[in-house]
């Protein structure tokens, strides 16, 4: 038990040194202003990555189900959902995760990251259901934008 305290103690500490590192090589190139902004920017693109490979994962018909790795990081990652003391990390939304990681998900194929006005929009709709259950029905959508219905 006391050198499982120990290394943990010793992991701590190492955090803590890279953490000073850090915060002084920011204060020393000037970003102190911006660091939270370019951190925040990261995380929304971590949580954007994730739901990419989460919804390529679940197009394929041969798997019937995934691990999220990391919930919380540790000293050698940061890619975790919540930061080393387990708090949500700003960037990060629980509805952004949970939008793609229910047990029934709506998944698209074919739409792009940017159009240009005028181009044409098109893209097949799935629907990835892990809940075992066979359901039978009909799904309706509607497009909006601006709170406007397209």
Not at 51 to 65: C, F, S, T, Y
């Amino acid at each position: 038990m006391l050198l499982r305290l120990t290394q943990l103690l010793k992991k701590l500490l190492r955090v803590k040194m890279l953490v000073k590192l850090q915060e002084k090589l920011v204060k020393k190139q000037g970003m102190e202003k911006i660091i939270d902004e370019w951190a925040t920017a990261s995380e929304r693109q971590f949580v954007r990555l994730h739901k990419h490979n989460v919804e390529a994962v679940r197009m394929n018909p041969e798997l019937a189900g995934y691990h999220w790795w990391l919930i919380q990081d540790y000293w050698t990652s940061s890619g975790g959902i919540f930061d080393f003391g387990f708090k949500l990390k700003k960037g990060i939304k629980p509805e952004d995760i949970t939008t793609v990681n229910a047990q029934t998900v709506i998944l698209q194929k074919g739409l792009k990251d940017s159009y240009v006005k005028g181009e044409k929009i098109s893209a097949d709709i799935f629907i990835s259901d892990f809940t075992g259950v066979r359901k039978q029905g009909k799904h309706t959508a509607t497009i909006t934008s601006k709170g406007k219905e397209l």
